[in-house]
Antibody
């Protein structure tokens, strides 16, 4: 069974750094792209970027390029999203999701999300 | 920058049929955009319904179907049920390994 287990709730202050995680199991983590999706409070889903854990090849939406860093550690089947200096506007739910097989560019399995709150 | 467009809201009667669409602010949607559709209820992670325009994800009932209608991707729900009341999002592949979500449609069943 494919599972993506995300790290827990985070409460941070503006300017702090943060790294959240997404651990995959039940499939070959190295061979499938993993993506990150943002959902700000009361708003829609936003495609942030994807990473191929096998070689850490990464793609970012232009909206998020330079704002976050996506990484992966294939030795522990875990993908990460990190911020070097959080802003209040980073407050959101963040989902990781596996990119489905074949060149169809869709998400087939989802994590439950990590809630990030940034407030002074 | 091109934006993926969806109706902000839609309503359907129980048992009725509704078609939600997914377009582009500039240009037409085709199968080369590999449209996919997701359902999200409040407080839950999204659920994948349709990918590659019209392929249902595992476990999705066949009253959900996807297509290209004119210059847009479409999600049709036939025989709407109360628990179909959700937010629905499409994703389009924009090239260079980048995709984009639409703004979502809030579907009311009443």
């Amino acid at each position: 069974e494919v599972q993506l287990v995300q790290s827990g709730v985070e409460v941070k202050k503006p300017g702090e750094s943060l790294k959240i995680s997404c651990k995959g199991s039940g499939y070959s983590f190295t061979n499938d792209w993993i993506g990150w999706v943002r959902q700000m409070p009361g708003k829609g889903l936003e495609w942030m970027g994807i990473i191929y854990p096998g070689d850490s090849d990464t793609r970012y939406s232009p909206s998020f390029q330079g704002q976050v860093t996506i990484s992966a550690d294939k030795s522990i089947n875990t993908a990460y999203m990190q911020w070097s200096s959080l802003k209040a506007s980073d407050t959101a739910m963040y989902y990781c999701a596996r990119v489905g097989r074949g060149s169809y560019w869709y998400f087939d399995f989802w994590g439950r999300g990590t809630l990030v709150t940034v407030s002074s | 920058q091109t934006v993926v467009t969806q109706e902000p809201s839609f309503s359907v009667s129980p048992g009725g049929t509704v078609t939600l669409t997914c377009g582009l602010s500039s240009g037409s949607v085709s199968t080369s955009h590999y449209p996919s559709w997701y359902q999200q209820t409040p407080g839950q992670a999204p659920r994948t319904l349709i990918y590659n325009t019209n392929t249902r994800s595992s476990g999705v009932p066949d009253r959900f179907s996807g297509s290209i209608l004119g210059n847009k991707a479409a999600l049709t729900i036939t025989g709407a049920q109360a628990d179909d009341e959700s937010d629905y999002y499409c994703v389009l592949y924009m090239g260079s390994d980048i995709s984009m979500f639409g703004g979502g449609t809030k579907l009311t069943v009443l």
